[in-house]
């Protein structure tokens, strides 16, 4: 969600105070849900922010043993591989045996 419609969403959802636009590039991890709906979450920097749960993404999680297959969009791929060790020409193989067929 971009910041101005971050700010636009607290209304009425324990509003905004300036420093919430860091919760943007941060992870944070949810402590309780309130009777209202909206989420409370606690940030690396100790910080507890009352959160509109409409501006919340559930970031899923990886367990030993879990079976995955890699996504068999290039262009999506490569963006996703931004800031997570990027792109290497390699790669190109898998997705090639996922698609059957030539890129």
């Given at each position: 969600v971009e910041l101005a419609e971050f700010q636009r969403m607290q209304e009425g959802h324990g509003g905004w105070a300036g420093q919430m636009s860091e919760a943007l590039k941060r992870f944070g991890k949810v402590t309780s849900v309130l009777g209202s709906g909206d989420v409370r979450v606690v940030y690396?920097?100790?910080k507890t922010w009352i959160i509109n749960p409409a501006?919340?993404?559930?970031v899923p999680t990886f367990s030993i043993g879990d079976t995955v297959r890699v996504i068999s969009d290039e262009?999506?791929?490569?963006?996703l591989q931004e800031g997570h060790g990027g792109w290497v020409d390699d790669m190109r193989s898998q997705l090639e045996?996922?698609?059957g067929a030539s890129l």
């Open positions: 690396p920097n100790k501006a919340l993404a559930k262009a999506e791929m490569r963006s045996s996922i698609r």
